[in-house]
């Protein structure tokens, strides 16, 4: 009982403190209040284990035995004008060493995420005479360069709406008070509270009711970073028929995804399991690929109406992620919710298990090297893999620390290697690549502390542990 009147009283306190910050909307304040107060009730959803169910066919349908959809071009318009595409756009690209937002990194062609995108909205509406437009949910971190960026597409068609996501203040462990009541003025003191804030900021940008109001029906949401998340007639034509809320994609776990989250029913829904609600003694369980065969690519398909309707109803109560950080010194939580958690709330929801294709992401500088090389081919801004490579799995690829940044990255390869044929590559220590190098097989190269490695024009390396030039 003490516990709770401590907890009203921490909740008491924030609130005056929040309803001082005049950086944030009452919409920002009523939303972070309403989260903190979840997160102290303690209303972490437990999963009992005994309970899971693997999902049917029926819940998750085989990307396969969709319907194809309409052949004739008057028809796919129709479907098209549904449709709205949202890219979230508030994350940096900091962990590959770049300033400003992620989706200006130069993935392939000297063109960078955003641009692909564009590239392929724009071929849609041009093909069907549609009108799809594209919202992006930037983040306080990313809504000024993001406004300069996109002025150069104003001369395409395609209709650009950005809008931000929620500003919430970043919790001191301490007293429970709000970071920026404590002198911390600058971006420091905030954070962005994850994808599952697309919902509520939607409504509340008022960007929701504006479409609605013009009869779209669908909105279409992926990470910005995620090249196989292109627009799909079969799945839209699916759901529009099916009626169906929610749709997640989800494809089949390989060794590298054994930490994303998964589909499962659970008390006649479908809900995601994440890897942290798996209870201790069933981590391993989760991982494997036996039991959980399918993670989540965030790519995921909601009806605006029903985004509407629940947003109004405040019934999106997803799970909280409590993300502790450091801020000089001071030990700060963050409460996040993830987009894709909210599955369970919406009706008659669905998971698709889509090809791998649609899961193309770019979180480091090994997966750049990847969509950079003969591995895939650029066709009207779509990144599509190359029919010269026959097994369907790509090549494993580890680069040391020297090859982290882009900056780095691209310096070190003179031309991008041809790795049709490669399994796997590990790379270590100050190697630098010259032009028009194939790699084969398995390939390892060490440069030793303090020798500088070069790999020489044209060379032709497989199955090859390369230790120092002697090697080559």
Known sequence: MASAIADAEKLNNLKSAVA???QISENEKNGFINLVARYLSGEAQHVEWSKIQTPTDEVVVP??????????????????????????????????????????IEVRNGLTFLDLIVIQIENLNSKYGCNVPLLLMNSFNTHDDTL???????GSNVEIHTFNQSQYPRLVVDDFSPLPSKGQTGKDGWYPPGHGDVFPSLKNSGKLDALLSQGKEYVFIANSDNLGAVVDLK????????????????????????????????????????????????????KS????????????????????RLVEADALKMEIIPNPKEVEGI???????????AIRFYDNAIGCNVPRSRFLPVKATSDLLLVQSDLYILEDGFVIRNKARTNPANPSIELGPEFKK???????????????????????????????????????????????????????????????????
């Not at 690929?289 to 509407?308: C, P, R, S």
């Not at 030990?331 to 958690?341: D, I, P, R, S, W």
């Not at 900056?407 to 490669?422: C, D, E, H």
């Not at 190098?437 to 500088?452: D, E, M, N, S, Y």
């Open 20 to 22: 001082g910050l005049g």
């Open 63 to 104: 990307y396969e035995s969709m319907a194809p959809p309409p052949n004739d071009p008057v028809e796919t318009k129709k479907l098209l004008d549904k449709l709205v595409v949202l890219k979230l756009n508030g994350g940096l690209g900091t962990t590959m060493g770049c300033t400003g937002p992620k989706s200006v």
């Open 148 to 154: 300069k960026i996109v002025e150069k597409y104003f």
């Open 235 to 286: 799945i839209l034509n699916h759901l529009v028929h099916n009626k169906n809320e929610y749709c997640m994609e989800v494809t089949p776990k390989t060794l590298a995804d054994v930490k994303g989250g998964t589909l499962i029913s659970y008390e006649g829904r479908v809900q995601l399991l994440e890897i942290a609600q798996a209870p201790d003694e069933h981590v391993n369980e989760f």
């Open 289 to 308: 690929i036996e039991k959980f065969k399918i993670f989540n690519t965030n790519n995921l398909w909601v009806n605006l109406k029903a985004i509407k």
């Open 331 to 341: 030990k700060v939580l963050q409460l996040e919710t993830a987009a894709g958690a």
């Open 406 to 472: 882009v900056g780095n990255f691209l310096n070190r390869f003179k031309t991008i290697p041809s790795i049709i044929g490669l399994d796997s590559l590990k790379v270590t220590g100050d190697v630098w690549f010259g032009t028009g190098v194939t790699l084969k097989g398995k390939v390892v190269i060490a440069a030793k502390p303090g020798v500088k490695l070069e790999i020489p024009d044209g060379a032709v390396l497989e199955n090859k542990e390369i230790n120092g030039p002697e090697d080559l």
